[in-house]
């Protein structure tokens, strides 16, 4: 799949610059008019509820900002989540706390899109970008579906979770692909979620029993915390499933309790919290990332062939972790052959200078046009994907003051070492002493030859 996008494009005020997925339609990163990246899905033609879509609040789901939801050519804009697609980012099957999280969170998910009164009808793990090990639920609402098909795909997302088992995904029976994988206290939850879609609200009351809902299993995931967070997968007692196509007689569930602590479910105020302090990493790990990227084009300007060399092979691994090996070194050819030819114009122009009467050291042009190498690598329009990885990896770290202030001020201090450093100290090309003066002569006999 092509990424190319041309940079002249707009749809509305927002301006594509990658197409970055497909699935219903083509989804392009683009900048809205502040600047602010947004991510733009261009829908096939049809009828989207755009306004139902805006009112999905919920950390787990993705924002919609704007969108056409009729037309010739309906889109929907999103806030950009800087988070990679769980059957990506899935490695090694979820145990404990982190399969709580992960199911928790879906279940949160598909429960504030049917408060809004729409489904989402394809969920499924290319749906789930996962950020600092929390799922963000994006493309909503764009197909057909019923509030029971979306409970079945929680329970095939969560079973795929903790398995890494793609037959999850497609087995009638997700469960019992899953097998001794779920935990014991979850299982009945996984069932029930399953064979909600088979049961139905009509067979559910015939047999005296309540159709489950996405409310309701939130809940009760939430209250699986403590059981899950050990670890727990036979030695708990499990609590009886809201629902189950496995049994013959349906029990009428529950009530489910109010929450008392320690095993509370979560209230719109924690969601708001946790919506915040999210929104409080994302902004940080912005940051971070950028202070990375001065760090990076400071020690380019003082040691020109270290610094490219380390960018270089920063860029190349991070981009391996989402793109494999082979495309991330031709990622990086790429970007080495964007960034020569503006090396060169930097080194040319500074030089240049010395038209208007400033002296300019030869040397320091060229490790200036070294810096700039190295800025393009980091932002040509293929380095996103690095940046991008570098920020879950803040992310990650950054939840909290507790962490915020360690790593702001160790990078804050590295990012101004490495300005100082830029601008005061000689630029050497150590160990190559000889590629060093042939640069300087060149670039001095440059700057004779136009006066």
Known sequence: MSRETSHREHIGPYRLLDRVGGGVGVVHRAADPGGRDVAIRVLPPGTYDVAAMREVRSPYVVDVLDGAGDGDRPYVVSRFVPGRPLDEWLTAPLEGAGLHRMALGLAKAVAAIHRAGLTHGDL????????????????????????????????????????????????PDPVAVAGEAIPEALRPLLEAASGELATGDAAAEEQGGAPLTAERLADEVAALKPVL????????????????????????????????????????????????????????????????????????????????????????????????????????????VCAAPVAVLVTLGLAAISLLGVEVDPLGACAFGAGAAVGVLWAVPGARGPRRRLEEAFASVVRGPGRIVPAGIVLGVLALGAVVAAISLTPSLAPMYGLQSTLESSVARFQHAIQ
Not at 235 to 246: G, H, L, N
Not at 263 to 275: C, L, S
């Open 124 to 171: 499924r793990p290319d749906h789930v970008l996962v950020v600092d090990g929390a799922p963000v639920v994006i493309d909503f609402a764009l197909v057909p579906g019923e509030p029971a098909r979306d409970l079945r795909a929680w329970a095939a997302t969560v079973a795929f979770a903790a398995t890494a088992d793609a037959r999850c995904l497609t087995a």
């Open 229 to 336: 967070a050990e670890g727990a997968r036979t030695s708990a007692p499990a609590p009886a499933a809201p629902s189950s196509a496995a049994s013959p007689v349906r029990e009428a569930a529950p009530p489910v309790p109010a929450p008392t602590a320690p095993n509370a479910a979560p209230t719109p105020g924690q969601d708001r919290r946790e919506a915040h302090e999210l929104a409080v990493a994302r902004a940080w790990s912005r940051l971070l990332t950028a202070m990375v990227v001065v760090i990076a084009v400071g020690i380019a300007i003082a040691m020109p062939l270290a610094g490219i060399a380390l960018s270089l092979a920063a860029v190349t691994v991070l981009r391996a972790g989402s793109d494999g090996a082979a495309r991330a070194v031709g990622g990086a050819a790429l970007g080495v």
